[in-house]
């Protein structure tokens, strides 16, 4: 099922949300664990360094994940055989509670191309500690950053700053979607590079927001 948004320039934006009459059939031993019962949570996962390759285990086990498609294009290419066309697509799937993943994908159809983005999205979910780390606030509800991060992807630079509760999410508005579905609430932005290039922005904020963990 989709929702039909307005982006910045006045162009549709889909929201997908997963359908929940999906049956799963589980390939991996990972996956017909989680199915058995033996692994229950997503953090457990983590804990034990178990590699993902299936998205029904994100969908299994983050129920409320929702996907946002970020952006498509075209890539045109002159070979032997004349011109070659190709869609490309930017999905972002979060549950606006600490948990984010931006995927890819190409194709010859945009449906394949979204659907492959779709499904790297879910295998590049990861956690988002979320906190409260401005000292105008100091409430300790988690609505922001804990701390200050800075991620990079290609030519992008992006710094997260903690910005006290009912602040909002002073960014851009590609950047603010993707911080929305990672959870966060409050936060000031800044950024280096340039932002219109979504390929390279959404890496710089995936890895902005990992950074919370790897540094806290």
């Excluded at 457990?44 to 409320?64: H, M, V």
């Excluded at 988002?128 to 701390?147: A, M, Q, T």
């Excluded at 602040?167 to 590079?193: C, E, S």
Aim: aromatic share 4%; charged share 25%.
């Amino acid at each position: 099922m989709s929702q039909m948004q307005k982006t910045e320039g006045g162009q549709p934006r889909k929201r997908y949300e997963r359908k929940d009459d999906e049956v799963w059939i589980p390939k991996t031993s990972l996956g017909k664990k989680i199915v058995a019962g033996e692994i229950t949570s997503m953090e457990e996962i983590l804990a034990n360094g178990y590699r993902i390759q299936e998205a029904g285990i994100i969908k299994k086990l983050l129920p409320d994940l929702k996907t946002e498609v970020i952006d498509v294009g075209i890539i045109q290419k002159m070979t032997s055989n004349g011109q070659s066309t190709r869609f490309k697509a930017i999905v972002a799937a979060g549950n606006e509670n600490g948990w984010l993943g931006i995927g890819h994908g190409k194709a010859k159809q945009m449906r394949i191309a979204i659907e492959k983005a779709t499904n790297a999205a879910y295998l590049n979910v990861s956690p988002v500690k979320l906190g409260c780390g401005s000292w105008e606030c100091r409430c300790d509800k988690p609505h922001s950053v804990p701390f200050k991060v800075r991620g990079k992807g290609g030519s992008v630079t992006i710094e997260i700053v903690p910005a006290p509760r009912g602040l909002g999410l002073v960014a851009g508005g590609k950047i603010r979607n993707l911080l929305k579905l990672a959870g966060l609430k409050d936060a000031w932005t800044k950024a280096n590079g340039s932002t219109n290039t979504m390929n390279s922005t959404s890496k710089a904020i995936l890895d902005c927001l990992r950074q919370t963990f790897s540094q806290g």
